[in-house]
Antibody
Framework: EVQLVQSGAEVKRPGESLKISCKAS????????IGWVRQMPGEGLESMGI????????KYSPSFQGQVTISADRSISTAYLQWSSLKASDTAMYYC????????????????WGQGTLVTVSS | QSVLTQPPSASGTLGQRVTISCSGR????????VNWYQQLPGTAPKLVIY???QRPSGVPDRFSGSKSGTSASLAISGLQSEDEADYYC???????????FGGGTKLTVL
C-alpha cells in the first residue's frame, strides 16, 4: 500500500527555520517524482515544486524559487521542504504528493497525497 | 490569481449532472493533459481524473473528464451528497516548467 506520512504540525516565530518531512512507503521511492503543494487558509492549491529522488532533479515554481528548499534522502525514502527564515505569510497547510510526472515524463497527476502538515508562523 | 481559471462555485440537486469548467492557455492545457482533484472538507486532495479522461481505480464512473483546445471540463452525473467538495483542475505548464492548478470550484449539492 502506497503511503506518504508527513511530520506533525509546527508553530514557529517569524525568522525561524523549519524543515518538514514526508516519508514514503509501499513503492520504489526513486522511481517517482514527489511534490509539495501549499494551501493557505481558505485558499486553493499551489504547486511549490517537485523533486525526482533518483538524481535530486528539482523543479521549483517561480513563486517559490529562492523561498524554500526541496530535498530528498533516498536512504530513508523521505522528502523534505525547508525554510531558512519563516514569515507570517508562510502560515498554511503543506501537502506532499507523489507525481505528477511518470518515469517516462507523462503527467498523470499527483496520485497519492500525504495527510498534510500545518505550519503556523506567529509572533 | 491562479494560472488556470475555474468558476468559484457550482451547484446541483441530487441525481443531477453538473459540469465544472477549467480554462487555460496554449502552454498548459493547450499542449498537456489535465488532471482533476476532489478535496472534501478538512482532508487532503484526491485525484479523480488524470490524463484528461482517465479514472483512477476506485473512482466511480459517475466522474468523467474531457478536454478541447485550451479548456477542460469535469462532469459528475447522478450527483450524490458525498460529492459536495472543492474541485481543482491542474495541468503541466511548459512555460513555468511545472504543474499549475486552477483556483478551485466549490460544489454544493442542494
Amino acid at each position: 500500500e502506497v503511503q506518504l506520512v508527513q511530520s506533525g504540525a509546527e508553530v514557529k516565530r517569524p525568522g525561524e527555520s523549519l524543515k518538514i518531512s514526508c516519508k514514503a512507503s509501499g513503492y520504489s521511492f526513486t522511481n517517482y517524482w514527489i511534490g509539495w503543494v501549499r494551501q493557505m487558509p481558505g485558499e486553493g492549491l499551489e504547486s511549490m515544486g517537485i523533486i525526482y529522488p533518483a538524481d535530486s532533479d528539482t523543479k521549483y515554481s517561480p513563486s517559490f524559487q529562492g523561498q524554500v528548499t526541496i530535498s530528498a534522502d533516498r536512504s530513508i525514502s523521505t522528502a523534505y521542504l525547508q525554510w531558512s527564515s519563516l514569515k507570517a505569510s508562510d502560515t498554511a497547510m503543506y501537502y506532499c504528493a507523489r507525481g505528477p510526472l511518470t518515469t517516462i515524463g507523462t503527467d498523470e497527476g499527483f496520485d497519492y497525497w500525504g495527510q498534510g502538515t500545518l505550519v503556523t508562523v506567529s509572533s | 490569481q491562479s494560472v488556470l481559471t475555474q468558476p468559484p462555485s457550482a451547484s446541483g440537486t441530487l441525481g443531477q449532472r453538473v459540469t465544472i469548467s477549467c480554462s487555460g492557455r496554449s502552454s498548459n492545457i493547450g499542449s498537456n493533459t489535465v488532471n482533476w482533484y476532489q478535496q472534501l472538507p478538512g482532508t487532503a486532495p484526491k485525484l479523480v481524473i488524470y490524463s484528461n479522461n482517465q479514472r483512477p481505480s476506485g473512482v466511480p464512473d459517475r466522474f468523467s473528464g474531457s478536454k478541447s483546445g485550451t479548456s477542460a471540463s469535469l462532469a459528475i452525473s447522478g450527483l450524490q451528497s458525498e460529492d459536495e467538495a472543492d474541485y481543482y483542475c491542474a495541468a503541466w505548464d511548459d512555460s513555468l516548467n511545472g504543474p499549475v492548478f486552477g483556483g478551485g470550484t466549490k460544489l454544493t449539492v442542494l
